[in-house]
């Protein structure tokens, strides 16, 4: 990967995304999204760490921001300018009702690279990498690393599961999803630029048996 991330997603994304059913799922899906995943201790302590030790008035932007809860909602109401994107129009109605203060605006993650939406100093990323294939990770975060001033933020999570664009059923719908394990996952956030500054693995049993339990892993990153 060259120093400049942006280009090198350019070339990647020449080839041809795929992103088809993503968007219809969350869209499908809406709030029983929230109503599935109830208990977000994780989530919201990583978002605590991004919230707080940015300064407040930072500008930060929520990636795959969903239905802006809790994550864009906790940003705002610890005085950030938040910025959100999502693939879903469905999931966007929602969090702009959730978080009116909030610029919410439609779009796929890979979009970012041209930095139409700007520079950031901190990113919450939760659970929308995992989205993606696994080719395509490394430069999604290191579009996003380029994407934040130097020392900026990123609270990312994933799922930890060694599985690569695979399909499964989730609420009723089937999404393609990619995960690694820890120490791989260690790798690909360090080779894409950053420092972990924290880590928290949890497992987690959804409130709906159509989501099977997962290990939740949440990474505190520096941009390096
Ligand atoms: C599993 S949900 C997580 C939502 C939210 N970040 C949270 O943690 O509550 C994934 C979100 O990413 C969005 N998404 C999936 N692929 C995307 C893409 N390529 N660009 C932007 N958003 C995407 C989906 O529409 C969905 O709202």
Sequence with gaps: MSADGRRDYDGYARLGLDRSGQAEAFDAIGDR???????KDGQLASGAWL??????????LDVGCGTGLP???QLADAGHEVVGIDLSPGMLDLARANVPEAAF????????????????????AFFSLLMLPRAEIPYALRMLHDLLRPGG???LSMVEADVDDYAMPFLGNTIRVSGY????????VR???????GENAL???PASTDVPPEIQIFLDLRRA
Excluded: K, M, N, W
């Design 181 to 188: 394990l820890r120490d791989d996952l260690r790798q690909v």
């Design 203 to 205: 497992a987690y049993a």
């Design 51 to 60: 919230a707080t030790t940015l300064p407040p008035g930072s500008r930060v």
């Design 105 to 124: 605006h439609l779009g796929d993650l890979a979009g970012l690279r041209d930095g139409h939406l700007g520079t950031f100093d901190g990113i919450a």
């Design 153 to 155: 933020l990123l609270a």
């Design 33 to 39: 999204y929230d109503e599935a995943f109830p208990h």
């Design 191 to 197: 080779d894409a630029g950053f420092d972990i500054a």
């Design 71 to 73: 994550t864009a909602r």
